[in-house]
């Protein structure tokens, strides 16, 4: 089942869509201006250009998850600290030790969410772009237009006949436009494989030679190692007829999943653990997802079209090399160094709102300073009841073992009724 649709999206993507596409027509008339008409080529360089149009976000963002595995044993140790305590004054102290942490390495708790938050639009358009490349991709519309125009020019029923193609062949028409439409009618064509291509002429003779001409080229753009992008895996590997049949289009599932989960692993390899991070929850999601997300671009590689799938695959191959480098990097990078940027960079954020330059570093070492104090004052003091408390029995006890021998002396009286004390209370 095909999912294209040439209306292009609207909302906040819109603009973010619009530009890459943009970005993806250049590529194809660069690509063009070589003598190479190919999809498949331009979504890998597309994919690459993309990723290093946003590799300045994707080191912030690597940044900040190196810089939370420095602070993390801290933050266990304070969570381990207060672990089981529910009351207010306890969370709150939790709390303030918590963000005193943040603020001594320069940074906040949602630090390293901008990043993704920035980015989650322009991921969601380039799918859209992926998906849609005849509505962002003028120079390849052009070629199904040529079809159209002629198709539509003989005067007949096009959209009864083409809807009774549909049926005949198993093509779903629900989610593409209105075939009265040119947009309609290029989403249809979009869909539709050499073969059905070959029967499309039988049905318009009078523009066959233009049906045959165009399918030609569009077979050679849209074929990529012999797999048609507009395609599903799973629509190759069980074609509707029935059967299976064995094609190079089960690699792209299998290696989209291989590839993001070694893209995953060299993520978290360069990322140093402590002792408490099985018990961390955060720990415990992020390596659930690492398993799971490389489950789900199987499943979606198989069920999505081909074009996704190259895209997909791509995308981790480019990250598995990006995150080689910024592995490099972050190992051979000074962490000190690295801290001490960090809180310049926050503390000239301070003083454009009028607080002392140190203000941040200041603030977070007196209030751990403070916390630590009151901690271990609360402590000494405990222990030091403790301490009087058992002198105390222990001074008692003494003094009732070490009493007068004479049996009529209170305190051989007091030892007496303290031993059957301790007798019936046994």
Not at 216 to 238: K, R, Y
Request: glycine fraction near 6%.
């Amino acid at each position: 089942m095909e999912f294209l649709v040439l209306t292009k999206v609207g909302g906040i993507l819109g603009p973010f869509a619009t530009v890459l596409g943009v970005i993806m027509d250049w590529l194809f008339k660069l690509t063009s201006s070589f003598g190479i008409q190919n999809i498949g080529l331009c979504i890998i360089l597309f994919t690459l250009v993309t990723k290093l149009l946003m590799f300045p976000l994707t080191l912030k963002q690597q940044r900040s998850s190196k810089l939370m595995s420095v602070m993390q044993p801290e933050i266990s140790a304070v969570q381990a600290k207060y672990k089981g305590k529910t009351d207010q004054e306890s969370m709150r102290r939790q709390n303030v030790e918590v963000q005193a942490i943040y603020e001594k390495y320069g940074t906040s708790m949602t630090g390293g969410c901008l990043q993704l938050v920035i980015q989650m639009p322009i991921l969601f358009a380039l799918y859209q772009v992926i998906y849609h490349i005849p509505a962002y991709v003028q120079s390849v519309k052009a070629v199904f237009e040529n079809v159209v125009v002629k198709i539509t020019s003989l005067g007949m029923d096009h959209v009864g006949i083409l809807n009774q193609f549909a049926s005949e062949n198993k093509i779903n028409t629900s989610r593409i436009g209105d075939l009265a439409t040119s947009d309609g009618m290029v989403d249809f064509l979009y869909q539709l494989n050499p073969s059905q291509w070959k029967a499309l002429e039988g049905l318009f003779p009078n523009v066959q030679d233009v049906i045959s001409q165009s399918a030609s080229q569009i077979e050679h753009m849209n074929s990529f190692l012999g797999i048609n992008l507009a395609s599903t895996p799973s629509s190759v590997i069980f074609p509707p007829g029935g059967g299976f049949q064995l094609s190079f289009a089960l690699l792209i599932p299998i290696l989209a999943g291989l590839s993001q989960w070694f893209s995953a692993k060299l993520m978290t390899a360069n990322q140093p653990q402590n002792e408490n991070n099985e018990n961390n929850a955060m720990a415990q999601s992020m390596k659930s997802m690492n398993t799971v997300m490389p489950l789900m671009s199987v499943f979606f590689c198989f069920t999505f079209a081909s074009g996704i799938g190259i895209y997909w695959i791509a995308s981790s191959v480019f990250q598995i090399i990006q995150q080689l480098a910024v592995n490099s990097y972050f190992n051979k990078i000074d962490m000190d160094e690295m801290i001490r940027k960090n809180m310049e960079k926050a503390n000239a954020k301070r003083a454009k709102k009028g607080l002392p330059p140190q203000q941040v570093s200041q603030n977070a070492t007196a209030t751990l300073k403070n916390l630590q104090a009151a901690n271990e004052k609360a402590e000494s003091e405990k222990n030091a009841r403790k301490e009087k408390a058992k002198e105390q029995a222990q001074a008692s006890k003494d003094y009732y073992d070490s009493g007068s021998s004479d049996p009529n002396s209170i305190s051989a009286k007091a030892r007496m009724v303290q031993k059957y004390n301790d007798k019936n209370s046994k």
